[in-house]
C-alpha cells in the first residue's frame, strides 16, 4: 500500500506543472500540428506546381526547337510560368534561355530585363547561385558593351572576392581597365591567372596586363 502511494506521489509535481502551464502545453501543441500542416500542405503545393510548371516548359522546348520559334509564343509561355510558377527550376530555366536568345539577336535592353528578373528570383538566402551567379556574369557583359561600367561592376561584385572562379576575376578586371583603376585591374588579372589552369587563359590574361598604360 505504502507502494503504491509513493508511486502516486512520484506524478504530483509533474500533474502540478501540467496544471500551471496547461494553457501554454496546449498552445505548443497547437503550433506544432499547425506547423506540420502547413509543411505537408506546402510540400504538395510545390510537387503540384512543378508538375504543372513541367508540362510549360516542355512546351516551351517544343517551340524553342523549332527552325523559326515563334517569339510571341515564346514570350506567352515564359509569362505564364513567371505568374504562376515564378519559383520553380522550370521558369529560371526558361528566364535564362531567353535572355541569352535576346542577347544573341542584339536585344540589349530585353536580354538584361530577363537576367534582372532572373537575378532577383534567385538572390539571398534559399536562391540558387549558379542561376544568379550566370545571370550576373552574362548582365555585367552587356553592361560593358554598353559603356555601364558602375552597373556592371555592382552585378560581379558579389563574386568577385578571391574565392570565385577566373572568369569573374578576369570580367572584373575588363570593367576596371574602362574605369582607368589600372592597379585594380591588375590584381583581378592576376587572381584570374592564378585561378586559370589552361595556358591559352594564362596568356591572354598576360597580354591584357601588358597593355594596360600602353
Same mark, same amino acid.
Given at each position: ?19 500551471? *502551464?496547461? %494553457? ?5 501543441? =497547437? ?18 506546381? $512543378? ?14 526547337? $523549332?527552325? /523559326?520559334?515563334?517569339?510571341? /509564343?515564346?514570350?506567352?509561355?515564359? /509569362?505564364? &510560368? ?9 521558369? %529560371? ?17 530585353? +536580354?538584361?530585363?530577363?537576367? $534582372? ?9 534559399? !536562391? ?11 548582365? +555585367? ?17 558579389? *563574386?568577385?572576392?578571391? !574565392? ?17 583603376? /589600372? $592597379? &585594380?585591374? =591588375? ?6 591567372? +592564378? ?7 594564362? @596568356?591572354?590574361? @598576360?597580354?591584357?596586363? +601588358?597593355? =594596360?598604360?600602353?
Amino acid at each position: 500500500m505504502n507502494n503504491v502511494y509513493e508511486n502516486n506521489m512520484r506524478f504530483v509535481p509533474f500533474l502540478k506543472f501540467l496544471d500551471k *502551464y496547461r %494553457k501554454i502545453i496546449v498552445a505548443i501543441f =497547437i503550433l506544432v500540428i499547425l506547423a506540420i500542416t502547413f509543411f505537408i500542405i506546402s510540400n504538395q503545393i510545390e510537387k503540384q506546381n $512543378n508538375e504543372e510548371a513541367s508540362v510549360l516548359y516542355s512546351e516551351w522546348l517544343e517551340e524553342l526547337s $523549332n527552325e /523559326n520559334p515563334n517569339l510571341d /509564343n515564346l514570350n506567352t509561355i515564359l /509569362n505564364q &510560368l513567371l505568374v504562376d510558377y515564378k519559383n520553380t527550376g522550370y521558369t %529560371k530555366l526558361a528566364l535564362l534561355s531567353k535572355a541569352n536568345m535576346d542577347a544573341k539577336s542584339n536585344e540589349f535592353n530585353q +536580354a538584361l530585363e530577363n537576367f $534582372n528578373i532572373l537575378i532577383d528570383l534567385t538572390n539571398g538566402f534559399g !536562391g540558387n547561385k549558379i542561376f544568379n551567379k550566370m545571370a550576373r556574369v552574362s548582365a +555585367a557583359r552587356i553592361l560593358l558593351t554598353q559603356d555601364r561600367y558602375e552597373e556592371a561592376l555592382k552585378m560581379v561584385d558579389t *563574386y568577385s572576392s578571391s !574565392g570565385t572562379n577566373g572568369y569573374i576575376h578576369e570580367l572584373t578586371g575588363d570593367i576596371l581597365v574602362k574605369q582607368n583603376k /589600372n $592597379n &585594380l585591374a =591588375i590584381t583581378q588579372y592576376e587572381l584570374a591567372a +592564378a585561378k586559370y589552369s589552361d595556358e591559352t587563359s594564362k @596568356s591572354i590574361i @598576360s597580354m591584357k596586363i +601588358a597593355n =594596360i598604360g600602353t
